[in-house]
């Protein structure tokens, strides 16, 4: 079965060394523990390659053709990855992370380094000529940033008419520190409105604490979120109720969180998409009728994530005109039994719920092909 190419806005390309383990801390201590040290090491640009370059394959053979990353703090090693998704072809949104308080001393910038390397970097990639790769401002989130980067990064999206992407609303620890920096101020959404940071080219991850008034701000700005279930289960104390976000008009995106979440398979977020709405509606106090099943979560995977990003006009769907973005799913290849009753709405329901990249024969982006299982596929001419 042939189908829109998958879009995960969410996901953190240098943690891709740890995906699997890590998953015994909160939020905050994980960070410490786990994440820092790990992004830090990629200071050095060709263990950033490694990494970098298994992210997009395993990424590719999972039939992620588009991806926003977060990468790291590094200018050079995050040039490196912008250069090595140009050549394996794959759709790739990457932002040098900001963030200049509340990390360690061997990862960490001030503030003037955090503004001038993501300058840097976003004229770096856009000197790429890449029409697949795109620089993203990238504030790791509110804890991490000054209120003076927040405004600088804010002013420089502006200014490059650039895509933004953050964390929002995660979980309960970083929403308590935020509250004792800010005391003044109501959320992590009316810091980032504060700061310029919420337009239509930005998606926040997460936002699973948002109240009906940050809801609101973000419809009035058009921002998306990227909603990451299985990362939520880990960390963020509750549940993203996406069916009720859906339908007061928040625009909605699917994404994997890798490593927070374990699975770099969009496959896999649809599924606990399902899950995390159904065990919602479980344990509601009141029964709704509301209603995300797998079709939803497929169309969030797809057309949700091009919204989020803007690109609905090129990709997203299989229609006529649009760029072939696309996966070849084959349930044969092992895992998925197909009877002669079955529909082909139930074999897409199948793939989706019991695929995995076994399943991924072939994948294109942009009419050309990227992967293909069992072979390698080289890309000579890089767009
Ligand atoms: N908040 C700040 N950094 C991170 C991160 O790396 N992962 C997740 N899930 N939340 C974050
Ligand atoms: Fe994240």
Redesign the pocket.
């Known amino acids: 079965m042939l189908v829109p190419g998958f879009i995960d806005t969410h996901i953190?390309a240098p943690?891709y060394s740890y995906t699997g383990t890590a998953t015994d801390l909160p939020?905050m201590d994980w960070?410490q523990k786990y994440?820092f040290p790990a992004e830090s090491s990629l200071r050095d640009v060709e263990t950033a390659k490694r990494v970098y370059s298994s992210v997009i394959d395993r990424t590719l053979r999972n039939g992620t053709t588009c991806a926003l990353y977060f990468a790291t703090i590094h200018l050079q090693s995050c040039i490196a990855f912008a250069e090595l998704a140009a050549s394996r072809g794959q759709r790739a949104y990457i932002g040098k992370v900001c963030m200049d308080s509340l990390a360690p001393a061997d990862y960490i910038e001030s503030t003037e380094e955090s503004l001038e390397s993501t300058e840097r970097f976003i004229q770096s990639v856009r000197g790429l000529g890449s029409e697949l790769v795109h620089p993203v401002v990238t504030p790791?989130?509110i804890p991490s940033c000054s209120m003076e980067l927040l405004n600088g990064l804010g002013a420089l999206a502006d200014r490059y008419d650039c895509h933004v992407q953050s964390?929002i609303s995660?979980s309960l620890d970083?929403i308590a520190m935020v509250k004792s920096r800010y005391p003044h101020l109501k959320s992590d959404t009316t810091i980032f409105d504060t700061c310029g940071l919420l337009h239509d080219k930005t998606i926040m991850a997460h936002g699973v604490h948002l109240d009906d008034e940050d809801l609101r701000t973000l419809r009035q700005r058009g921002t998306s979120i990227s909603h990451c279930p299985l990362?939520n289960f880990f960390?963020a104390d509750g549940v993203l109720p996406t069916a009720k976000i859906v339908a007061l008009g928040n625009k909605v995106a699917l994404g994997t969180?890798v490593a927070?979440g374990y699975s770099p398979s969009m496959l896999n977020s649809m599924r606990n998409a399902v899950i995390a709405h159904q065990v919602t509606r479980n344990f509601a106090p009141i029964k709704s009728d509301e209603l995300l099943d797998w079709r939803h979560a497929f169309h969030l995977a797809t057309m949700g994530g091009a919204k989020a990003l803007g690109i609905e006009g090129q990709v997203g769907t299989l229609e006529a005109g649009k760029s072939f973005d696309a996966v070849l799913l084959d349930a044969a290849r092992g895992g998925i039994d197909v009877w002669d009753s079955d529909s082909s709405m139930h074999l897409l329901e199948k793939l989706i719920n019991l695929g995995s990249e076994v399943n991924v024969a072939m994948v294109w982006v942009k009419g050309r092909l990227v992967h293909k299982q069992g072979e390698a596929v080289l890309i000579d001419d890089p767009v």
């Open positions: 953190h943690q939020l960070l994440t790791r989130f964390h995660e970083e990362s960390f969180d927070g």
